[in-house]
């Protein structure tokens, strides 16, 4: 639903020769309206990369405590050593889980 012309605006400014009154208008209603907000998610996302990720060591008890998962949440646990060379070439995507 058409609840203001803002197209027909700047459309009519530009034929003029004037300055677009409006110039963005988020959408709303639909997945286009996610497009606007890319530019801020670029910068969250620089934020997030910029800091490191530092796996650390668990010990037994804390093992323990995840694999009683209290969380009422889907806990995804991978065992990963740091000797382990697949284990070293799958960090860069743990990374990226992790940050998402």
Do not use: H
């Not at 609840?3 to 400014?13: F, G, L």
């Not at 037994?60 to 000797?83: C, S």
């Not at 382990?84 to 799958?90: F, S």
């Amino acid at each position: 639903m058409v609840t203001s012309k803002d197209a027909r605006r700047a459309i009519v400014a530009l034929l003029a020769g004037q300055t677009v009154p409006l110039a963005k208008t988020p959408s709303v209603g639909c997945c286009a309206k996610w497009l606007y907000k890319e530019e801020g998610r670029k910068e969250e996302l620089a934020e997030i990369e910029s800091k490191p990720v530092e796996p650390e060591p668990a010990d037994a008890e804390e093992l323990k405590d995840l694999r009683r998962n209290q969380t009422g949440k889907l806990l995804l646990i991978n065992f990963w050593a740091t000797w382990c060379e697949p284990c070293q070439k799958e960090l860069p995507d743990f990374q990226t889980i992790y940050r998402m």
